[in-house]
């Protein structure tokens, strides 16, 4: 990639949490550390059901005064708002979703994140990979001509997911089930997406356990597709018997969940009749 992109993406969307307790209400419910958020530096997280199981995930911001800001999916913001409301019980907090005043985009490219800070916008480095650019977060209908006065070409979202993609990151539920998938056959530790050193979270124990006890045998790979690109959820095949399924995709890659030993074994695997050929990313810790 030659030059600097913006991609907005109309699939994310924001939901403010304010009032003096908000750092501490998170920090009870999802699985980062809210105390590290500061202007400028946000983290990556995730909502899990008691059982562990992935429910949201989000990045969470400094939104200026007594404000936190997350950014998540849009289609899933209001249930997500409405769950947290649930939550509140006797804590000084608001929510509020702020999906029609607020627009979302990413900024990518050679040295994106040197145009930090963006002047009438929130942005921040993606606290997964810096690979990734930046996330922006600004008054809605205003993020394209910030982007461009500061020297990006706006881009289609697919050009955004084709990088993201090529780094094996995954994008909400695109690629991780609602209330089955687990965080760490998804990457969010080695993508900064959980502190094992916070206090205790909805779901804690079960992400706890996966890591120490080694329970993880699969896991989200990018991979290449030789072929017509198969829908997501299509099974992987190896031999004629089933050792995964493909989750998001652009073009020739996608993301596929695959059994650990399925992706490193060389062997030939297929999905809808297209070769799906696994790499591992240098941010993967496989045992």
């Known amino acids: 990639m030659s030059i600097r992109q913006f991609s907005l993406s109309p699939h994310r969307s924001v939901i403010a949490i304010g009032g003096p307790d908000r750092v501490e209400f998170l920090q009870g419910l999802i699985s980062n550390d809210t105390t590290k958020v500061a202007p400028g530096r ?9 059982q562990g199981r992935f ?4 990045f969470v911001v400094d939104g200026g005064g007594d404000t936190l800001l997350l950014e998540t999916e849009r289609e899933r913001a209001p249930a997500l708002a409405k769950k947290l ?6 804590s000084k907090v608001t929510v509020e979703d702020r999906s029609a ?28 990979l810096a690979e990734l650019g930046m ?3 600004a008054p809605a209908g205003t993020a394209a001509t910030l982007l461009q006065a500061r020297g990006f070409s706006a881009a289609p979202l697919q050009s955004y997911d084709e990088l993201r993609l090529s780094l094996g990151v995954p994008d909400g539920s695109r690629d991780l089930v609602v209330e089955k998938a687990l965080l760490l056959e998804n990457g969010f530790d080695e993508l900064n997406g959980v502190d094992w050193q916070k206090g205790c979270y909805m779901g804690q124990e079960l992400t706890a356990r996966t890591k120490y006890r080694a329970l993880i045998k699969k896991r989200l ?10 829908a997501s959820g299509a099974a992987v095949l190896k031999d ?6 493909l989750r998001s995709g652009v073009g020739q890659r996608a993301l596929a969940m695959l059994q650990t030993d399925a992706a490193r074994s060389g062997a030939k695997l297929v999905a809808g009749g297209a070769e799906v050929i696994p790499e591992i990313p240098a941010w993967m810790r496989l045992p």
Do not use: Q
Not at 55 to 58: A, G, K, R, S
């Open 42 to 50: 946000a983290i990556w997280a995730a909502l899990l059901t008691p």
């Open 135 to 137: 996330r922006v977060i």
């Open 101 to 128: 005043a607020l627009e979302v985009a990413v900024a990518y490219g050679p040295d994106a994140v040197t145009t930090l800070p963006i002047d009438g916008a929130i942005a921040f480095v993606d606290p997964r």
């Open 55 to 58: 429910l949201n995930d989000m």
């Open 85 to 90: 409301s649930l939550y509140k019980l006797r």
């Open 221 to 230: 790979f990018p991979v290449r597709i030789k072929g017509a690109l198969p």
């Open 240 to 245: 004629g018997e089933e050792v995964g399924e």
